[in-house]
């Protein structure tokens, strides 16, 4: 429920036109970063992490990743539109459309238990380092005061919808479902030394 209330208000926030201030102080993007950055603090503190790591289900952890297929040929689209810079594409920096390729195969090879531990805590590692990447990238080609890439083709597709909910939502999911995943085999991996 509480999803789909804060979907709903970052749509409104995106069609009412209050993305577009961009001198604003402080920047009115804060709105829509700054609750998923404090859900994901929230999320990794020992109660919530202990929940989240006693409920997590690899499978669909893994499958879920497969997001990043559609949501990068997206980017890409976008580019060609003018909406963002190449640097968010798999034709310029943004190479975490890998993470979404190879989601099934890693879900496929694990439900086999054909993977190590230590090989689903690397490829959750490596595919968290691939979305933080591109979400550091994409905050700095953003037409945001603190703009550091891009300026001939700032990252303008985030201030609409429903193009916000890849910061807002999309991207904060995917990080954190690796995050559990890591504490999770990482914990096992601990648990199975002693």
């Known amino acids: 429920m509480a999803s789909i209330v804060w979907i709903t208000f ?11 201030n961009t001198t604003a102080l402080p920047p009115r993007y804060g709105i829509v970063l700054i609750p998923p950055i404090l859900f994901l603090i929230y999320g990794v503190l020992p ?3 202990a929940w989240a790591i006693a409920n997590y289900d690899a499978g669909f952890g893994t499958l879920l990743h497969t997001v ?9 689209y ?14 310029g920096r943004n190479f975490d459309i890998l993470a979404g390729l190879t989601a099934p195969i890693i879900y496929l090879l694990h439900i086999k238990n054909k993977l190590s531990r230590t090989s689903l805590i690397i490829w959750n590692v490596v595919s968290l380092l691939l979305v933080t990447f591109i979400l550091i990238n994409g905050a700095l080609s953003a037409e945001l005061p603190f703009q550091q890439f891009a300026f001939d083709q700032p ?9 916000v909910l890849l910061p807002g939502l999309i991207v904060p999911m995917v990080m954190y479902t ?8 990482g ?5 199975a030394r002693c």
Do not use: D, W
């Not at 970052?10 to 577009?20: D, P, R």
């Open 10 to 20: 970052l749509c409104v926030l995106a069609a009412s036109g209050f993305l577009l």
């Open 47 to 49: 109660k919530q992490r």
């Open 68 to 76: 990043r297929v559609p949501v990068e040929l997206s980017l890409y």
């Open 78 to 91: 976008l580019f060609l539109y003018k909406q963002v810079p190449e640097l968010m594409t798999f034709e």
């Open 155 to 163: 990252n303008v597709a985030m201030k609409y919808a429903p193009y």
């Open 178 to 185: 690796h995050l559990i995943a890591i504490f999770k085999f």
């Open 187 to 191: 914990k096992t991996n601990f648990a």
